[in-house]
Structures are given as C-alpha cells and as structure tokens.
C-alpha cells in the first residue's frame, strides 16, 4: 500500500501551509515531522483544517509548535476503513524502520502524555518494569494495606473453584499465578481494578478459558481448559502438564538470547492483537514465581506489556465481565502466600 507523497517544509507553529490551499484532493494521509525526529502519521478528510488543528488547538495534546515537514498523500474517492488502513499501514512501516512516533493508536510503546500519568507517572513505570522502584514508592503501588483489606472482603466461590478433580487441582495453580500479579505486577491493583484491569471466571465454556486475566484491551495471562502436554521434568522424567499462556512485550526473548532455560516452557513466538503485537510464553501452572525468579527478563517483559496496556487504555475493554470473587481469592491467596508483607 504505497501512496505517493508530497512534501513540504513548514514554518514552526504555521498553521496554514500556503501549499496546501491548492490542493485538488484534501483527503489521504499525513505525516508530521518534528524538529527533534519524531513523527506523527494521522489521515484527514480535510488536511488543511487537520494540520492548523495540531499546531494551534488541538484537544488531544498540547500545540505542536515544532513541526518542521509535512508529507501528504492523496486518497480520493475511499471510504473511512479505507484511510484507517492506510494510516495503520504507514504507523507499522515507520515503527518497523524505528522511528519515533508521537501517535498513541497503534503504538503500543508510546510515551506521550496520557490520563494515566497523574495516578502513575511514566518515569516511575519505567522504574517499576525493570524492578528497582524506591521502597516508599513500592508500598505505594502495591497498596498494600488496600490489597489486605481486599483479601479480607467476603465473595461468594468463583466459579473456577468449584471444579472438582484435576481441574481442581489445576484451578488452583492458577489461582498461585493470580495472586502473585496482583501483588507485584498490576501497579496500585485496588484502585486499578475494574478500571484498568480485570478478571474473567468463565470455566464453563467447554474447550475455552478457564479464567483470563486483562489489562486494558487485552489478555496478559490466562488457563485455557484441556490443553494438556508431555513434558520432560529436569531429572529426565516425562510428566503431564495443563499449560497457561503468558503474554510479553515484544523484545523480550532478546532479552533471554543465549541463557540456559531449565524450566518447563514453550515459546510460541510473536502474536498480533489487531496491531498490537506480544511475544508468548507457554507454562504450566503454578510455576510463575520461579519463572519471575530465574528468567528477570520475562518479569521485565511482563511488566512492560502491562504498562503500555494501561497508558494506552483509559478503561478495560472487559469491565463487564470482571470476577469480583475471583480478584478477591487472588488477594486472599497472596496474603496466604505473605506476597503482601514484602517490601
């Protein structure tokens, strides 16, 4: 999908390009160019009103005074799914080429400014994804007298906990994984739950999950029912093991490049969440915390997910669907398992 472009080079903080007022077609794609490097590709039914709008008054972010270039192509004669295509195509080209973009849809590691900064400011996530957040700020985060009162709040059983047999056995396990995220990797997890992050308890759906845990629009964790495998244990011995799926951000099996792995996972490569794109992991259950302890660099990239989910979404996509009584035995387990009385 290349589009021939025309550009420009534009006066810091003009609004109105003379250029632009000649042209036949003022509908296509745009691409701003910054005078520190960075970019912005957006589409317009009308570029001349949509560039003055970014430089002078935008609602969406302060005024960009520093543009420097403008490139246009012209689409006459598409539809809206058309351009939004279009602008996704060239969003993933110039990411793919390692720009930096300005633009938040389709840019799953952005650091513009977003609603989320005032409750969780980006320098402090950046801190907390690589695991050396200052103590004070920690306990903050973890909210750990809100997360004790939680785990005291009486629920009725999830579902998930009424299997019975193996699935009870595996239901369980689970249950460890859970408990161990709302402890150290969903930030401020009370205040956040519902809003920005949530659990589903659905182990009725045959061939489906047993439960799912979402940050924002999207599955970081979750127990699909039945899949089990045959793994081979460190002292040679195979065993029959029920798996889960992990979600990371992209990067992340860099960060494993050339470690002995000894635990029992499966890499099942790069995955695309309409544009969002996340690197998997396949575990047994129960097992995340020696996962976290061995391999930091699957912590690294959990939590990093977690943080451009939550900057990207202003509410959960799955609020509806959210398990109190699942998130409240998930704060009961981690009290249990005294995640809640660690600095």
């Known amino acids: 999908m290349e589009l021939q472009f025309v550009r420009w080079e534009v006066a810091p903080a003009d609004p109105v390009p003379a250029l632009l007022a000649d042209l036949p077609c003022r509908q296509g794609i745009y691409i701003i160019e910054f005078a520190n490097g960075e970019i912005y590709v957006g589409q317009t039914r009308n570029i001349l009103t949509r560039f003055a709008t970014h430089v002078k008054r935008s609602g969406q972010h302060a005024p960009w005074a520093d543009a420097v270039k403008l490139s246009f192509a012209a689409m006459p004669n598409v539809d809206g799914l058309a351009l939004r295509k279009a602008e996704t195509f060239y969003i993933k080209k110039l990411l793919d080429e390692g720009f930096i973009l300005r633009n938040r849809v389709g840019n799953p590691a952005h650091r513009q400014p977003c609603a989320l900064d005032e409750v969780l400011s980006l320098e402090d996530l950046d801190h907390w994804a690589a695991g050396d957040l200052n103590v004070q700020l920690g306990n903050d985060w973890t909210e750990k007298e809100l997360s004790l009162a939680r785990a005291s709040k009486r629920t009725r059983l999830p579902q998930m906990l009424k ?138 990239g959990v939590r990093s997910l977690i943080m451009q989910l939550m900057r990207s979404s202003t509410r959960s996509f799955f609020a509806r669907y959210h398990s109190e009584p699942l998130a409240s035995r998930a704060f009961k387990r981690a009290m249990e398992k005294g995640y809640l009385d660690r600095d």
Not at 253 to 282: A, K, N, S, T
Request: aromatic content about 10%.
């Open 163 to 300: 299997l019975s047999g193996a699935e009870k056995d595996f239901a369980a396990k689970v249950l460890d994984d859970l408990a161990l995220f709302v402890a150290f990797f969903i930030p401020r997890p009370v205040t956040q739950e519902k809003m920005r992050w949530t659990l589903t308890d659905l182990p009725s759906t045959a061939g489906g999950r047993m439960c799912t845990l979402n940050v924002g629009h999207l599955e970081v964790y979750f127990a699909p029912r039945g899949w089990v495998v045959e793994l081979e244990a460190e002292d040679g011995n195979v065993e029959t093991q029920q798996l889960c799926v992990l979600n990371m951000a992209q990067g992340t099996m860099d960060l494993l490049e050339g470690l002995e792995i000894r635990l029992p996972l499966q890499f099942g490569g790069l995955v695309d969440y309409g544009g969002h794109q996340v690197e998997q992991v396949y575990l047994p259950a129960g097992i995340l915390e020696d996962v976290f302890e061995e391999l930091p660099g699957i912590a690294y």
